[in-house]
């Protein structure tokens, strides 16, 4: 009776331990940002395709450098197996080997500019980076509105501009775009940091790296204008505040969120199911309304009204690429040379 029951409860020990492998082999992992992202994601847009896939979903959050941070530490025996991650660092990540190619199918849902270097990761929402101003106070002035990178060197702006850093995406884009205006490129920096040395640094009242710290230098009325992401200004302009978007004549830059497929995942089919999802007309949808990214599925329809504060329809034709490779092999440099001559 004895070993009966010793059998018993071997095959009972057996059976619970194989359950516990099948669940962990059932949790994917995906990687994404913090915050409230994360909330959204977790609450709002993971549990259905948990629930039409019968599995686990677990949000590793943290901003895009730590996510590459990550990936890099665990190349060897990734943890994670989905990564969202900023368009400048994915490049990154890609560079270093770190993600594999996305389904070719999946590309059949999104814009040309969603398609990403060798096609190893895909845009999930758009953000333009342009012009931010205070409609109140330039209706006061009788000011037309903003419509060229050149504004910033306008002497009226002198102490009433703010420009991020070119630590944040929003600055290293805006140097990028001075140097283009005025005859350089990603590869001929130099006229963009004779823009900020000689004409646009003495209108900027501080190299603002902070989202909410801009917020607040807005509503203030520190500053009147400044270098922004499209969906910055919507969350600002959401809470009552007249500020407003401008396209720049030049072209407004991109600025993705991106997702990509990790090297080396013992996920992969479910990997690329879960990208396939996050670019589908449902989840486009709640991520243009709660996150204002433009969304990447060129077949969904937004309500009028929302699509006209997000780069959606016409405004992407106005929208340029950066140049990610080239800004990220040179960022280092042009960092310690931004903190020497600009800042």
């Known amino acids: 009776m004895q070993d009966k029951k010793s059998l018993i409860t071997a095959i009972a020990m057996g059976t619970l331990l194989a359950t516990g492998v099948a669940q962990a082999e059932d949790t994917l992992y995906f990687a994404g940002y913090g915050g409230s992202s994360e909330d959204l994601f977790r609450d709002r847009i993971l549990p259905a395709f948990e629930e039409a896939n019968g599995i686990k979903v677990q949000y590793v959050a943290g901003n895009s450098a730590a996510t590459v941070a990550k990936l890099q530490a665990q190349r060897n025996k990734p943890e994670i197996d989905v990564a969202m991650i900023d368009e400048g660092p994915v490049f990154q990540a890609i560079s270093m080997g770190l ?35 205070n409609t109140e106070y330039f209706a006061e002035q009788g000011w037309d509105e903003p419509n060229s990178w050149d504004d910033l060197a306008d002497p009226r702006y002198n102490q009433r501009l703010s420009v991020p850093p070119i630590s944040n995406g929003y600055g290293i884009i805006t140097l990028v775009m001075e140097a283009r205006i005025n005859g350089g490129s990603e590869k001929d920096i130099d006229p963009g940091f004779d823009a900020f040395k000689e004409r646009i640094g003495p209108n900027v009242l501080t190299y603002e790296p902070s989202s909410g710290k801009m917020s607040e230098l807005f509503q203030s009325g520190e500053i009147v204008m400044s270098t922004w992401g499209s969906g910055r200004v919507k969350s600002l302009a959401d809470t009552g505040f007249p500020v407003k978007f401008a396209y720049p004549k030049e072209g407004a830059a991109s600025l993705m969120t991106t997702v990509c497929p990790v090297t080396g995942s013992d996920m992969p089919e479910m990997s690329q199911k879960l990208i396939a999802y996050l670019v589908s007309d449902e989840v486009q949808a709640i991520l243009a309304a709660e996150k204002a990214w433009g969304p990447t599925n060129k077949n969904i329809e937004l309500d009028p009204q929302l699509a006209s504060t997000l780069p959606y329809g016409e405004s992407l034709k106005s929208l340029t690429p950066i140049d990610w490779d080239t800004v990220n092999e040179n960022r280092a440099d042009w960092t310690k040379r931004w903190t020497r001559e600009v800042e």
């Open 99 to 133: 993600c594999q190619p996305v389904a070719e199918e999946t590309f059949d849902q999104v814009v040309p500019l969603a398609r990403l270097n060798q096609d190893k990761a895909i845009g999930l929402g758009i953000i333009a980076t342009g012009i931010a101003y």
